[in-house]
């Protein structure tokens, strides 16, 4: 998946279930990020990292949390203070020491509230 | 914050056309510019990016425009294909201060044989 990984591609979660997207890359990216993609629109930031154990808000961080504990994995939880979670998942990440600048995304998780 | 406002929402050409999709920020700090291509269910994929410091830049079909002074910056496809059919997304960040790229609501395009 071109050096990022999320898993799994389809989740289905219940009401009041917290559940965790898994996002892992061998780039050694130095930034991760997670945005949020809803049919027809644009991407949202969600949540980003520059480094290990640091880890800011972005846009939209309300009812996600995330972690930071490895430089290659960077796992979204989505909790069940997300009213609305039912969207395209996409974790990125990025080299910030040198001049390439543009994002390798991973291939998303669908997330399905039932 | 930055605002990334893009447009047209869809726009529709014959093959052989040139498409042109714009982009507009409101945050004058904001240095780097991408533009992604996104199939349907699939990831988006980087096709041309440009820094602040260079006003075009072209690959092959594609060619991005800057405008630092009004803050716009566009995409220009030339001699359009089937395979160009997809939804394009500008975006905008300071790739010196986190890379954080705020994007635009996205405009697919459709490529009429």
């Known amino acids: 998946d071109g050096g990022i990984t999320q898993s799994p591609k389809y989740l289905f979660r219940k009401e009041g279930q917290n559940v965790t997207l898994s996002c892992e890359q061998n780039?050694?990216?130095?930034?991760m990020y997670w945005y949020r993609q809803d049919p027809g629109q644009g991407l949202r930031l969600i949540y980003y990292?520059?480094?290990?154990?640091?880890?800011q808000k972005g846009d939209i961080a309300e009812g996600y949390s995330v972690s930071r504990e490895k430089k290659e994995s960077f796992p979204l939880t989505v909790t069940s203070a997300q009213q609305n979670p039912t969207a395209f998942y996409l974790c990125?990440?990025?080299?910030?020491?040198?001049?390439?600048?543009?994002?390798?995304f991973g291939s998303g998780t669908r997330l399905t509230v039932v | 914050g930055e605002n990334v406002e893009q447009h047209p929402s869809t726009l529709s050409v014959q093959e052989g056309d040139s498409a042109v999709i714009k982009c507009t920020y409101s945050?004058?700090?904001?240095?780097?510019f991408p533009w992604y291509k996104q199939e349907l269910g699939k990831r988006p994929q980087l096709i041309i990016d440009?820094?602040?410091?260079?006003g075009e830049k072209k690959d092959q079909r594609i060619a991005v425009t800057l405008n630092k002074t009004a803050k716009h910056f566009s995409l220009h496809i030339t001699e359009t294909q089937p395979e160009d059919s997809a939804v394009y997304f500008c975006?905008?960040?300071?790739?010196?201060?986190?890379?954080?790229?705020?994007f635009g609501g996205g405009t697919r395009l459709m490529v009429k044989p």
């Open positions: 975006a905008a960040s300071q790739y010196n201060a986190g890379n954080m790229l705020t």
């Open positions: 990125a990440s990025s080299d910030l020491s040198d001049r390439v600048y543009g994002y390798t």
């Open positions: 945050d004058s700090a904001s240095n780097y």
């Open positions: 780039l050694n990216h130095d930034a």
């Open positions: 440009i820094r602040s410091n260079v």
């Open positions: 990292s520059q480094i290990v154990n640091d880890f």
